[in-house]
């Protein structure tokens, strides 16, 4: 029985691996290169405010949910939560403001004031989201329980129709014009996202398993170092692993930065993909599928500017997730926006001074951009600074003043992820493929390699997501294939959980 595991990186995917691997008795040990854990699940103070680059919705809030379950049994559950009333917020210049409300009675009242005219399309929307929220389809799709999800097969046949229709077509069958440019914007500003993922996510806050936990990623993360400690793990910060020791095709140990050599049974990563093929493992595991997904990502624009704003301002009665329509198209970062998408967190007191708050602005870019502006450093942080003071600019016209309010602000671009996580284009550090979720949930492919024994991927690499859960489910799965091959019965110890206050 291999008594030892190293782990390489303190993210969800390796804090869960961790935290499995002291539960089945084997001795963990992380290393992480950072000065504090969580890999991207993080925040940080600037002059008395927190900044939060990772939490949107929190799926797994509520304890009928088995992601709450699996949640409770790393340590991040039950914790001090706030519930908003709406998925998210959609506003023009000319004050028009839509709240995807989760209480389905006041969403569909509050639409057909909008617009009466579109009465029968709003009907068969509430009435979507309501079927979806009578199961825990959301649950049973993410944790992998297969037979669950034969369960809603029925429920899944009546809404067909929601996979088909992307969230663009679906905006084309309102009437109003508002309406018309809201809907395609609902889900992070993806119009091609299938109208189901959208409605299984709003049934989820309809049934209070979406919230907010108070203190941020910061107090989210303590939860889960605190039950890693709790069972005797060793996490190990500012130490980083600059090579995977192998010998006769097995994984032994890792060399770190300063040139000490720490051994172990089984090595697991939670680094990045492409760095630890090329550089750790100094590409000699690479077959053609992996050649594939370590080559240069497409140069889209997506998601790559958060621009984070402290303000004397009250924001406590602002929707905690806004998207404001722009009356004329803008340039920003080198990409055209006709929308701003936006978290306004006036609902957490933690995280600003009494009577201030915080918002955060999120803008699609190009990953080369601002690899190109940081050639010159002086460059690239005068344009950090030019893309704030336009988004302040816009602001300024749905929140008249706000610019004399400023007290803090803090920009971060993919090449600030991919200096924080020592990776590849930030967080969007995916292989160079597809998503796919069903190969995320049912495949454990991608967590291992050829020709090399007692290795394991997880986090991000192993599930090509975003998704909290679903990088730390990783590492629950690494453990539980890893008690399979040595006939171990896996094991999950049970706590008396307290709620986490700060």
Request: charge should be neutral; hydrophobic fraction near 40%.
């Amino acid at each position: 029985m291999p008594k030892s595991v190293i782990i390489i990186g303190s993210g969800m995917g390796g804090l869960a691996a961790g935290i499995y691997g002291q539960m089945n008795r084997f001795d963990t040990r992380i290393y992480e290169m950072n000065h504090r854990p969580g890999g991207q699940c993080v925040s940080w103070k600037r002059g008395g405010y927190v900044f939060d680059a990772c939490i949107h919705h929190l799926m797994g809030c509520s304890p009928n949910s088995k992601i709450y379950q699996f949640w409770l049994e790393i340590g991040a559950m039950p914790a001090e939560l706030v519930y908003t009333k709406e998925c998210v917020s959609v506003a023009d210049l000319d004050g028009r403001l839509f709240n995807d409300y989760y209480d389905l009675d006041i969403l569909e009242k509050h639409l057909c004031t909008l617009s009466s005219q579109d009465a029968k399309i709003i009907r068969a929307y509430v009435k979507g989201i309501r079927d979806v929220a009578e199961y825990d389809m959301m649950g049973d799709m993410i944790t992998g329980n297969f037979l669950g999800l034969l369960g809603h097969t029925l429920t899944i046949l009546r809404n067909l129709k929601w996979f088909r229709l992307s969230m663009a077509d679906f905006a084309k069958r309102f009437t109003d014009p508002f309406l018309q440019r809201a809907f395609p914007l609902l889900v992070y500003s993806n119009p091609s996202v299938p109208v189901f993922l959208h409605l299984m996510r709003h049934a989820s806050g309809l049934n209070r398993d979406i919230a907010w936990p108070v203190g941020a990623s910061m107090s989210f993360v303590d939860g889960i170092v605190d039950r890693y400690n709790t069972l005797g793990g060793r996490l190990y910060c500012r130490k980083r692993v600059t090579k995977i020791i192998t010998g006769n095709g097995r994984a032994v140990g890792v060399r770190l930065d300063d040139g000490t050599e720490e051994f172990a049974d089984v090595i697991i990563s939670n680094a990045d993909g492409r760095k630890t093929l090329l550089e750790l493992l100094d590409g000699r595991y690479m077959d053609k599928r992996l050649k594939a997904y370590c080559a240069e990502p497409a140069d889209i624009s997506d998601f790559a500017v958060n621009i984070f704003l402290g303000v004397d301002r009250d924001l406590s009665k602002e929707p905690s997730s806004l998207i404001l329509l722009l009356d004329q198209p803008v340039i920003l970062a080198g990409h055209e926006f006709t929308s701003l998408e936006m978290q306004m967190y006036g609902f957490d007191q933690t995280m600003a001074p009494e009577g201030k708050g915080v918002i955060k602005i999120e803008l699609k870019s190009a990953y080369s951009y601002w690899k190109k502006l940081s050639a010159d450093r002086k460059e690239y942080e005068a344009e950090k600074q030019r893309v704030a003071v336009q988004v302040i600019a816009l602001l300024e016209n749905r929140f008249p003043g706000i610019s004399r309010q400023i007290e803090s602000i803090d920009v971060s671009t993919l090449l600030t992820w991919e200096r924080f996580m020592g990776g590849t284009h930030g967080f969007a550090n995916f292989p160079n493929k597809k998503p796919n979720i069903w190969g995320s949930l049912f495949n454990s492919r991608e967590m291992t390699l050829s020709g090399l024994d007692n290795f394991y991927f997880v986090g991000a690499w192993a599930t090509s997501a975003g998704a909290l859960f679903l990088n730390a489910l990783s590492g629950k799965k690494a453990i539980k294939r890893l008690c399979e091959r040595e006939h171990l019965k896996f094991e999950v110890s049970r706590f008396d959980n307290s709620i986490r206050t700060k």
